[in-house]
């Protein structure tokens, strides 16, 4: 009997680590997806930085 409560503790344990794992992943992945979704906003914004700075440029010099 002790063998067998020992034995279910274990397996009771392991899933739960295997929960917490899983639940880790989860949360990674959502961060990953967080993180791409902001870098493709940054990549943006400085494309649009790029193209301010560009037209800023072209004006002076049709006005030099």
């Known amino acids: 009997m002790q063998i067998s409560g020992n034995s279910n503790a274990a397996a009771q344990a392991m899933q739960q680590v ?4 899983e639940t880790m992943n989860q949360i990674n ?3 990953l997806d967080k993180t791409q979704a902001l ?3 940054m990549i943006g914004m400085n494309a649009e930085q790029k193209v301010g700075a ?3 440029e072209n004006i002076a010099d049709f006005l030099a």
Request: hydrophobic share 40%.
């Open 54 to 56: 560009q037209k800023t």
């Open 18 to 21: 295997a929960k917490a794992a």
């Open 39 to 41: 870098n493709g906003k």
């Open 29 to 31: 992945q959502m961060a």
